[in-house]
């Protein structure tokens, strides 16, 4: 799978919008995008995914780039949940659920 | 609906010994993957069942190895353990097996500490 790269750490204020970007400059056209986060202590869990077009759900929205070499996770109203590590991952539409985590953005959210 | 069940939780062994741990999937799920947490390495992939085949391995030793049932329960069985696994094992399950299929839902780990 094509590698993704996210800064290290972030911090936002709670109640403020957060912007989380991830670069993935070797996607492939197969490639979905997906976002997981992981809470102290716990498994990862999902967040949201897309392929070409902005995507919104319940927690967060993903905005993907028009050559899809870059997307942002936004997430519209941090909370104190949400401080968590978030991960952006490619994953192949062919090749099954092998994920390449890397080391993700850990997001401090301050009160 | 209950989630991803991982037993035991917590186990203690030594050197040379070795450990199976278990991976109750949600029901109706095909998919089981496995992934080792370490604070150095990160999560990292192992293998991925589907419907009872290995559809993909990691880059691991042989000494790890997984199956999985008709029920779709999953086990990994890793022998000959050294003081470097120990790790957070993580199980995952989904519906189906590849991106287009969504979500995966992770269970709570089963912390392995070898001595």
């Known amino acids: 799978d094509a590698k993704t790269t996210q800064p290290n750490s972030m911090e936002s204020n709670e109640e403020e919008p957060v912007h989380l970007p991830c670069n993935h400059s070797?996607?492939?056209?197969?490639?979905?995008i997906h976002w997981y986060r992981q809470l102290p202590s716990q498994g990862p869990e999902y967040v949201i995914h897309?392929?070409?077009s902005n995507v919104n759900n319940r927690m967060a929205s993903l905005a993907i780039a028009e050559d899809r070499k870059s997307s942002t996770l936004i997430l519209h109203r941090a909370t104190l949940r949400d401080a968590a590590v978030y991960y952006c991952?490619?994953?192949?539409?062919?090749?099954?659920?092998?994920?390449?985590f890397g080391t993700g953005t850990s997001l401090t959210v301050i009160p | 609906k209950a989630g991803v069940t991982q037993t035991p939780r917590y186990l203690i062994k030594t050197r040379g010994q070795q450990v199976t741990l278990s991976c109750s999937p949600i029901?109706?799920?095909?998919?089981v993957s496995w992934y080792q947490q370490t604070p150095g390495q990160g999560l990292q992939f192992l293998f991925e069942?589907?419907?009872?085949?290995?559809?993909n391995k990691g880059n691991f030793p042989g000494r790890f190895s997984g199956r999985q049932f008709s029920n779709s329960r999953s086990e990994m069985n890793v022998s000959t353990l050294e003081l470097g696994d120990s790790a957070l094992y993580l199980c995952?399950?989904?519906?189906?097996?590849?991106?287009?299929?969504?979500?995966?839902?992770f269970g709570e780990g089963s912390r392995l500490t070898v001595l």
């Open positions: 991952i490619l994953r192949d539409g062919d090749t099954g659920n092998q994920f390449y």
């Open positions: 069942y589907f419907s009872e085949t290995q559809r």
């Open positions: 029901s109706g799920h095909r998919s």
């Open positions: 897309g392929l070409t």
């Open positions: 995952a399950s989904s519906v189906g097996s590849g991106g287009r299929t969504g979500e995966l839902f």
């Open positions: 070797t996607i492939s056209g197969t490639d979905y």
